[in-house]
């Protein structure tokens, strides 16, 4: 079992930085993809970013060049940057890792519990 634990969420004025972190802890075997995303009210659930443990990303269009994410394998933890904020941003944002709970069990997906985003015009 893994535990995604997030921080870094706010309310910040549109053109100004946040920067999300999320640390997986918990029994697992290895985790391989980690990610964000978010939902907005109303909205479905839409990837951010995502990242493969050998450092590959991948990137919504609409945050490309502002926002960049990143990990480190040895402490588990994802964090996005988010610079240049727009009122379009406003979601909740969650983190995403896929992991092993054996090497021979998974992978399976896991979430954490969402952190508020929320930039203002």
């Known amino acids: 079992q893994v535990q995604l634990v997030e921080s870094g969420g706010g309310l910040v004025q549109a053109g100004g930085s946040l920067r999300l972190s999320c640390a997986a802890s918990?029994?697992?075997?290895?985790?391989?993809?980690m990610g964000w995303y978010r939902q907005a009210p109303e909205k479905q659930r839409e990837l951010v970013a995502t990242?493969?443990?050998?450092?590959?990303?991948n990137y919504l269009d609409s945050v490309k060049g502002r926002f960049t994410i990143s990990r480190d394998n040895a402490k588990n933890t994802v964090s996005l940057q988010m610079n240049g904020l727009k009122p379009e941003d406003t979601a909740i944002y969650y983190c995403?890792?896929?992991?092993?709970?054996?090497?021979?069990?998974?992978?399976?997906?896991?979430w954490g519990q969402g952190t508020q985003v929320t930039v203002s015009s």
């Open positions: 990242i493969t443990i050998s450092g590959d990303t």
């Open positions: 995403n890792a896929d992991y092993f709970l054996r090497s021979y069990s998974g992978p399976y997906s896991w």
């Open positions: 918990g029994s697992f075997f290895r985790i391989n993809d």
